[in-house]
């Protein structure tokens, strides 16, 4: 690939299995992308959702990163409306004393969950409102010019952990952009504002002490297989799985009621948050991928994998590893 390459590791809790299994399952993919040569993994911060094992997001990292020992690690990101910027920058900077030159922080300003999750997280509704703000303050504890007198963050202070500001909209490229800040697009889920929030992104960004140029990180979903049906079988199971977990409603559709809804156009909806993804073999892949980072203006990719099981998700990350000159060996 011409831009580096990294994942966006969900933390699944599969079927049948526990939260316990999904760490483990992290810990290996995270040695295994360590050696293929991926740039970064990161997690996100969710809340109240029985398949996702990343809401405390800080201590997957701190067990990850006591795992493996170059790729870097991070959140992509945590819900900063969710928590008081000191305590944020009091986790982060305890990770970056830890494991020094290894550490992200991608900050978001959606809640990761329901409006009642939303509350049993003690969120005050307005709290979005004041992102902007919040994140100067993580900023000022983090690089030792605190916005509070008196008051710094130990660990924390003078780490210049790096800020990333994450979005699926235009409010996070223009605010990202005013701060100087890396912009990272969801576009794995959410494609529609992609090229406009770039555009705006790097039409508006002022140059900070942290960055002296734009630099945006795009997310695609990926299916890798060793052949093209193998891919398109992936992905078929793949979106009967989504349409089941997000119209479901607490069942679990068979195949062919699966199927049925993903033709309605509620499933067709479900179906478009995978608009930018790369399915197929790994010459089809790594031409998509090529493609993608143009089409984007992309300064690196985070993958995202859509494959239904995790021999499966290995083994994509794996054929994309080699395809794309990753592999360190």
Request: glycine share 8%; aromatic share 6%; charged share 15%.
């Amino acid at each position: 690939m011409s831009v580096p390459l990294s994942i966006l590791d969900l933390a699944h809790i599969g079927p049948g299995e526990t939260a316990a299994d999904s760490f483990a399952a992290s810990v290996t993919m995270a040695q295994q992308a360590e050696r293929w040569g991926y740039h970064r993994i990161w997690y996100a911060e969710h809340h109240n959702m029985p398949t996702i094992a990343s809401s405390a997001t800080s201590v997957l990292i701190a067990h990850v990163a006591a795992n493996t020992s170059r790729i870097r690690l991070g959140a992509g990101g945590v819900m900063l409306p969710n928590h008081a910027p000191l305590l944020i920058a009091e986790q982060f900077g305890t990770l970056a004393a830890l494991h020094p030159d290894r550490i992200d922080l991608g900050l978001g300003r959606a809640p990761g969950s329901d409006q009642n999750t939303m509350r049993a997280l003690r969120r005050d509704p307005s709290s979005a409102d004041r992102f902007p703000q919040d994140v100067q303050e993580l900023q000022g504890y983090l690089t030792d010019q605190t916005r509070i007198p008196g008051v710094n963050a130990t660990p924390g202070r003078g780490s210049d952990v790096p800020l990333y500001i994450l979005g699926s909209s235009l409010f996070g490229a223009q605010l990202a952009a005013a701060l100087g800040l890396p912009y990272a697009f969801a576009s794995h889920f959410a494609p529609a504002a992609l090229l406009d929030a770039v555009a705006t992104y790097r039409k508006g960004f002022a140059p900070s002490a942290q960055l002296d140029h734009p630099y945006v990180i795009a997310g695609v979903s990926v299916i890798v297989a060793d052949t093209e049906q193998q891919a398109e079988a992936l992905l078929r199971d793949a979106l009967r799985k989504r349409v089941t977990q997000m119209l479901g409603k607490g069942r679990t559709f068979t195949e062919e009621e699966a199927d049925a809804v993903l033709e309605s156009p509620a499933g067709q909806q479900v179906a478009q948050m995978l608009h930018y993804a790369a399915i197929g073999t790994p010459p089809q892949v790594r031409a998509y991928l090529d493609e993608f980072t143009e089409h984007a203006q992309a300064d690196e990719l985070i993958v995202v994998s859509a494959a239904p099981d995790r021999s499966a998700w290995l083994r994509s990350l794996e054929l994309l590893a080699d395809v794309s000159n990753l592999t360190m060996g």
